[in-house]
């Protein structure tokens, strides 16, 4: 089934994405390769320097978010903001239909739906007037 919202939420260890309509909610969950690897330690690195971010995870994020036409990327820390990084260097068509990012903590998949399904009526309705 296609759906026209979708949200993402995001960290460093896992996105759920779930594509939602008023009665209907898909949801599928990605894994970084090494789930395991702490990307904000510095720890290990003769340079003191991040470990790079993992650029397959994030795309495989974006392939999971389809052809939703909108999408709104949350989550607790940088992960969320590591993703619109990854749209904008590489699925310009996909940051496109980002119509919001937000900090949102820890929610269960139903707060999470609800979340996002207020949001989008919040934006629908400053959109009409």
Request: negative net charge; aromatic residues 6%; hydrophobic residues 35%.
């Amino acid at each position: 089934m296609s759906h026209y919202h979708a949200v993402v939420w995001i960290d460093h260890s896992e996105a759920r994405i779930m594509h939602i309509s008023t009665d209907d909610v898909e949801k599928s969950i990605v894994h970084p390769a090494n789930p395991h690897q702490h990307l904000q330690h510095k720890r290990g690195s003769v340079s003191g320097a991040r470990e790079p971010e993992d650029q397959s995870f994030y795309h495989e994020v974006v392939e999971a978010l389809g052809s939703t036409q909108e999408i709104l990327v949350v989550g607790p820390g940088q992960a969320k903001l590591n993703l619109i990084k990854h749209m904008h260097a590489h699925d310009h068509d996909v940051e496109n239909r980002v119509v919001g990012v937000e900090t949102v903590d820890h929610p269960g998949d139903g707060q999470l739906v609800n979340f996002a399904r207020k949001y989008f009526v919040a934006k629908d309705q400053m959109i009409a007037q």
